[in-house]
């Protein structure tokens, strides 16, 4: 995780530097707008993935080569969905509506093809990385995230050295990449999972549930995309592609911080699955109330440096920093600590299999942000108020999040919030006196206020952020490492 860290953060320095902020700007509101279709891709995922975390536990082996072979073919029907609706519609947003610049309408519409390409390949993989998460083969995602990673440094290296429009060469580099990745998921899987033997096959009972799930996911997950491709076009339609480049920035940080968690979460995903199979329902959500704190933990840790020192790391990591950058940066990061608490508690959700309701809930919330955010926009306020809209938002769902498992899992709610959010807060509180003591009292240059913001969130999270019970086995883990 480390390693793809490192190179993600320099592969961004070499792309903006190379782009220019304006190309990258395109770039991210064209790529975006493709995007924003994930949000049918990720309902699929996240059912694929449930149906056969299921059949795992079970051990029904001719149930899981059903549910992989109907999953494909729902992804390929969903992919020429999706590429009919891109080039008709899509070709017209872009071209009409969309802010760019006339000379780079070309290469605008050359990402747009690109992205659908790059977006259908991924759509295919969807079903062979569901197998691997079911199965918990989580060093394959991670040789495989490195391998990734390096071919797109590889590519960025290259546009210093190429006279043709860089923008196309970036876009037609990341599709190649795509399709590379693609065929290593798909033979690693066919190698390692004897139900990854892919052949037509409909059952119609199996469809429609599998259907069924992702289409009441696709609420939360359309309301998700919203809240950020959504914004994105948003800041594109107000102030153009400059200030998309700042918020591209904003998220690739956000992304490169999570996935300091997304290893973790990643892990424990299928672990709440199989308890919630096996209904232990005191034992898992004591499980989901660890998770959601160690989740808060780990990207706090992440967080709290790059907030201290966002100006700082923002210039020593690019070439050039967009305006409005550096307070994208720290909005994001403040909303993806509330995002942090709830992972846990969605996964929970999704075992259950009881979506609507919670669905139409926290799908409604999310989608309050699209609307909010063009109300202040068109009211002239300032471009990061639609991050401070995002905070308060993300806040209200998690509530809700909670109020709707109630309902199905006996859960107490005020226990939650004092065992999970109220350490949460303490962490928080105990980190910033002293940060804030040093920035007013003892002004030290940027290495010491880096190396101290590392250090001051760790000690804090042991001392209040963790239980006797979880101190005492980190002490265990890090004995034994050290005999």
Known sequence: MLLILII???????????????????????????????LMSNSLSNAISR??????????????????????NIQIIFALFISLLIETLGIWFLNHKLNIPISRLCAANWILHLSL???????????????????????????????????????????????????IFWAVSLTIVSIIIRFIYGRYCSKNFIECKYHIFFEKKLLHEIGGFA??????????????????????????PII???????????????????????????????????????????????????????????????????????????????????????????SAITESLSYPIITLQRATGVMRNYQIVTGCVHLL???????FLKLNYPP??????????????????????????????SEFIREVIGRGLLV????????????????????????ISCIIPIIIIYIVGITHYEKKILFNYISKKIK
């Open 8 to 38: 993600n953060l320099y592969t961004s320095r070499l792309i903006l530097k190379n782009l220019g902020v304006e190309d990258y700007g395109v770039y991210n509101v064209v790529g975006g707008f493709v995007g924003m279709f994930n």
């Open 51 to 72: 149906f056969l975390t299921l059949s795992i536990g079970k051990n029904d082996i001719e149930s899981l080569k059903k549910i992989f072979c109907t999953s494909v």
């Open 117 to 167: 390409l790059t977006f259908v390949v991924g759509l295919i993989s969807v079903p062979y990385n569901a197998l691997i998460v079911a199965h918990e083969k989580m060093k394959a995602f991670a040789y495989i995230g490195v391998f990734e990673v390096i071919l797109k440094l590889c590519a960025a290296v290259s546009l210093t050295f190429i006279s043709c429009d860089k923008l």
């Open 215 to 240: 289409g009441w996911s696709f609420i939360g997950e359309s309301a998700g995309v919203l809240k950020n491709e959504g914004i994105n076009i948003l800041l594109n339609l107000f102030f153009g």
């Open 244 to 334: 998309n480049a700042a918020n591209g920035i904003a998220m690739q940080v956000n992304a490169l911080v999570a996935q300091f968690s997304s290893s973790f979460l990643t892990a424990v995903n299928p672990q709440i699955t199989k308890r919630y199979v096996s209904e232990e329902l005191a034992k898992v959500y004591q499980f989901v109330k660890d998770c959601s704190r160690l989740s808060f933990n780990l990207i706090f840790i992440a967080i709290v440096p790059i907030l201290y020192s966002t100006k700082f790391l923002l210039g020593l990591w690019l070439h050039i920093v967009p305006d409005y950058s550096v307070v994208f940066v720290r909005l994001v990061l403040i």
């Open 369 to 375: 942000n699209f609307p909010i955010a063009w109300i």
């Open 384 to 413: 990061e108020i639609v991050f401070y809209i995002a905070i308060i938002l993300g806040f209200i769902n998690m509530l809700a999040r909670l109020i709707m498992l109630r309902k199905i899992i006996p859960i107490c709610i």
């Open 428 to 451: 928080v509180l105990f980190v910033s006196l002293p940060l804030l003591y040093f920035s007013y009292y003892f002004p030290l240059n940027n290495v010491l206020k880096l190396i």
